[in-house]
């Protein structure tokens, strides 16, 4: 077996005496998408932010091709290069435009020259139809736009590994199909993603893998087929149950 | 809810009755008549006209208004006073341009000093708590008066002597204590999701603060600053204490020798001239910003 692009072992973490994840244990295997689920405060956000260290966590380890995400051998930069992550906010920087938005990381960072960070970025935009875009600021474009732009922007490195946090629950429901269709695209061409949705249809449709959690554990993992038709855990169950008597899946 | 395939509904193309149903034109404008259109612009300017004309009547029909307007309205000790009182207004200017200045650099440099976590820059921190407990806590009237006449006295070698240059100083000290924490105010209202993102894209925490944080900043504490801007317009006058010639202080060098008060009413029109504007400014600018966080809300 190769070894795991993300591998997370005994991850544990409270906020104060609240425990919020424990003892999660998750591998992915890279160019697999794993979708997190789960009723609202069951750890799910929590476990994506420590994969990139945007929370600290107290007991485990994550690694990122075998090397632990804590080791100084990555660098400031060079775990963030290669784990872009995409909020349900989007967390555009409103006084930059949308291409000013997508070099920033590229250029004071990385580093890069110039053309090429333009370059790249350009081309990121065409590819998702936001060519004519690229001079525009956030609050000009609509939801759908800016978290497009947002996924350009975690793109822009050429990362490895995207993580996803809920990224279509603040848009219009008439919007949340074009962000969802880019997501597919990226899969076709191999990104390793970790997904945090609540769009159970989505979830069954993309996903290689369904982890559902719940109080911080991750009670059941399957593949989608098989979670979404024929659930085993209780819990599980009747989160599901729940989801479909309010016409969600 | 299932994405990606929507069902195909009826669309209204499809609709057979579409053809027939006329949709109607938009709403003209309502047409006013004459009489609609001025009568309450005229009552407006006529009840003005007579409120303040009649105010007007009672206090020139005072019987004290004639020395009253010889102390203060005196249009030829004015016009003899102006041309002194006029060159040391454009000190005014001066000293308001530099220390406003001075105040936006030294009160963001405070509370960038402030922001800085890590326990290496305690000091840092501590010296900013203090500066501002100080210097917001003292009038700044005192702090002129110990700087300008104080600090001069000492001939401190290697330091500019004049009054103008101290006084300057502790206006500068004083106000960069309140835009210090107006700055500060503007970075802590900036959305914890901003931080995030310029950490998930590996800025470090200085990069963050330049080009993520601060630039959101300090649009949004632009109208306080404007505002302080104006009230420092006026408090810059408060250097005619240690003698600076400024506006205030030369037309009381006239008053002193003629003992009318004309001239403090041309230094008086003077500031009117320039904090008006520029309060009307600072509205305005208050009121796109407004629209703006308004339109970001939607």
């Known amino acids: 077996m190769t070894t795991p692009r993300i591998s997370i072992e005994g991850l544990t973490k409270y906020y104060g005496e ?21 009723a609202s405060g069951s750890g799910k956000s929590t476990l994506l932010r420590c994969i990139n260290l945007l929370s600290e966590f107290d007991y485990g380890t994550i690694s990122l091709d075998g090397v632990s995400v804590e080791d100084p051998i990555w660098g400031r930069n060079g775990l963030y ?58 609050e000009q474009l609509s939801g759908g736009q800016q978290q497009r732009v947002a996924i350009v922007r975690a793109l822009a490195t050429r990362p490895e590994v995207l993580l996803l946090d809920e990224v279509t629950a603040a848009l219009d429901p008439e919007l949340v199909g074009e962000v969802l269709a880019i ?21 069954r449709d993309v996903a290689d893998r369904v982890c559902f959690l719940a109080d911080g554990r991750i009670m059941e993992e399957a593949r989608p087929e098989a979670l979404f038709s024929a659930p085993q855990h209780p819990r599980t169950q009747k989160f599901l149950q729940r989801i479909i008597e309010a016409g969600r899946l | 809810m299932t994405t990606g395939t929507v069902p195909e509904t009826k669309t209204t193309a499809a609709d057979p009755d579409m053809g027939s149903r006329r949709t109607p034109p938009p709403p003209r404008k309502k047409t006013l008549t004459a009489t609609e259109r001025y009568v309450p612009s005229v009552i407006s300017i006529a009840m003005v006209l007579i409120v303040f004309g009649l105010v007007a009547q009672v206090v020139t029909s005072a019987e004290q208004w004639p020395r009253i307007a010889r102390q203060f309205f005196d249009l030829g000790a004015m016009a003899t006073a102006f041309p002194n009182v006029l060159r040391g207004f454009w000190i005014n200017v001066q000293v308001w341009a530099v220390c406003l200045f001075s105040i936006m650099v030294w009160g963001l440099v405070l509370a960038l000093m402030r922001s800085l976590t ?33 600090i001069p006295a000492l001939n ?17 000290l004083s106000y960069s204590a309140y835009t210090s924490e107006i700055y500060r105010s503007g970075i802590e209202a900036v959305h914890d999701g901003q931080r995030a993102a310029a950490k998930a894209l590996g800025l470090s925490q200085w990069q963050a603060m330049l080009y993520a944080i601060l630039p959101q900043a300090i649009r949004n504490v632009i109208p306080v600053h404007l505002n302080l801007a104006v009230a420092l317009q006026k408090d810059v006058a408060l250097l005619s204490v240690i003698g600076v010639r400024d506006a205030v202080r030369e037309a009381q060098i006239y008053t002193g020798m003629t003992f009318n008060y004309s001239s403090l009413i041309a230094a008086a029109l003077l500031f009117l001239v320039a904090t008006i504007p520029m309060a009307r400014l600072t509205d305005y600018i208050a009121k796109k910003d407004r629209q703006r966080r308004l339109m970001g809300a939607l």
């Open chain 1, 183 to 203: 997501i597919r695209r990226l899969k076709t061409e191999g990104m390793t993603m970790i997904i945090v949705t609540h769009e159970m249809g989505f979830a």
């Open chain 2, 118 to 150: 890590g326990p290496w820059f305690a000091p840092l921190r501590v010296f900013v708590v203090l500066y501002v407990d100080l210097f917001r806590g003292l009038p700044v009237l005192l702090l002129v008066l110990i700087f300008g006449f104080g």
């Open chain 2, 156 to 172: 401190l070698p290697g330091l500019p002597n004049s009054a103008l240059f101290w006084g300057a100083t502790a206006m500068v």
């Open chain 1, 81 to 138: 290069r290669r784990v872009g992550i995409v909020f349900q906010a989007y967390n555009l920087f409103p006084h930059l435009s949308v291409i000013q938005n997508i070099t920033l990381a590229p250029l004071k960072v990385h580093k890069t020259a110039k053309q090429e960070a333009l370059a790249t970025a350009r081309e990121l935009l065409a590819a998702f139809g936001m060519a004519e875009f690229e001079n525009a600021y956030p």
């Open chain 1, 18 to 38: 609240v425990l919020v994840l424990d003892d999660v244990n998750l591998a992915v295997a890279p160019h697999e998408v794993v979708c997190l689920i789960g």
